[in-house]
């Protein structure tokens, strides 16, 4: 009787985990049915965030794209393309970091790559990201309740003066906030049309990535946000750069005066476009 009952237990055990397979498998194919693929910024060096992530990945059943990011520290001050360090100095008053430079490249290049696929929407991740079951779904509800959009954050360090424009059938809160920079590109969907957009609008770096992905108003492009994150960041640091490297890429006060006027600029031109629809 014994031995029957184990069989038994091993059948039902085989039965479920083959079933529980399929039901994986229809998951994934409904999700690739969607043209919907995450695209995942990953510098060679960091293989820890890849085999985490990639084996999360699996484990949720997401479809995953590893785009080898651009190593900014790697690259030479004097081989560096498509920067205006003039402006960027005038911008953000001080210099462009090679973690920066890097992360702006990668952004690039895992739009180039999602536009050769020919899907219509893409998942635009880095690395230090943690994925959810639902985050595939929850973000093309997302651009099928606004159409018309061409980006939309689906993750921010922060959410100031809120604006909604519509709710998606997942229950997410999408607008624009009127304040910001809202800090972080971790996360985010993006058109076709949008990356199209985004690749002429902002060749030539004269921000970073995460701000100037932004500032519709100046790249023509439809910029949206969800009011809650869809997405959590993991706890590792950062591989942009330290703090003390921020602090010390800065120019003396006297240098950033002009920065402070385009700060007053930049923030009424964000507070009209957070009122457009």
């Not at 695209?39 to 060679?44: F, G």
């Not at 229950?171 to 304040?179: F, L, M, N, T």
């Not at 006027?261 to 964000?270: L, N, P």
Request: aromatic share 8%.
């Amino acid at each position: 009787m014994e031995r029957l009952a184990n069989s038994r237990l091993k059948v039902l055990g085989e039965c479920t985990y083959h079933n529980a397979m399929r039901q994986a498998d229809r998951v994934s194919e409904r999700r690739l049915e969607m043209g919907v693929r995450i695209y995942a910024i990953n510098l060679d060096r960091s293989v820890d965030r890849w085999d985490t992530l990639s084996r999360s990945a699996e484990d949720l059943v997401l479809p995953l794209v590893r785009v080898p990011g651009i190593d900014g520290a790697k690259t030479p001050l004097l081989e560096r393309i498509d920067c205006d360090t003039d402006a960027f100095g005038r911008n953000n008053g001080r210099t462009i970091l090679p973690g920066e430079y890097g992360c702006y490249r990668s952004h690039l290049k895992a739009l180039s790559i999602f536009l050769d696929t020919g899907d219509p929407t893409g998942v635009i991740v880095e690395d230090d990201i943690e994925l959810s079951a639902d985050l595939i779904d929850r973000a093309s509800a997302a651009v099928e309740a606004l159409p018309g959009a061409d980006v939309i954050k689906l993750f921010n360090h922060r959410i100031v003066g809120f604006r909604r424009v519509v709710i998606s059938r997942a229950g997410d809160e999408i607008g624009r906030a009127a304040h910001g920079p809202q800090g972080s590109a971790a996360c985010y969907i993006v058109t076709r049309k949008g990356a199209q957009r985004l690749l002429t609008a902002l060749k030539i770096m004269s921000y970073p990535w995460d701000i100037a992905l932004e500032r519709g108003w100046a790249s023509g492009t439809r910029i949206y946000t969800t009011r809650q994150p869809l997405a959590a960041p993991t706890r590792d640091s950062t591989t942009i750069a330290t703090r003390s490297a921020y602090q010390a890429s800065k120019f003396p006060w006297w240098k950033r005066l002009r920065t402070y006027g385009v700060r007053v600029i930049e923030t009424v031109h964000r507070i009209v476009y957070a009122r457009l629809d």
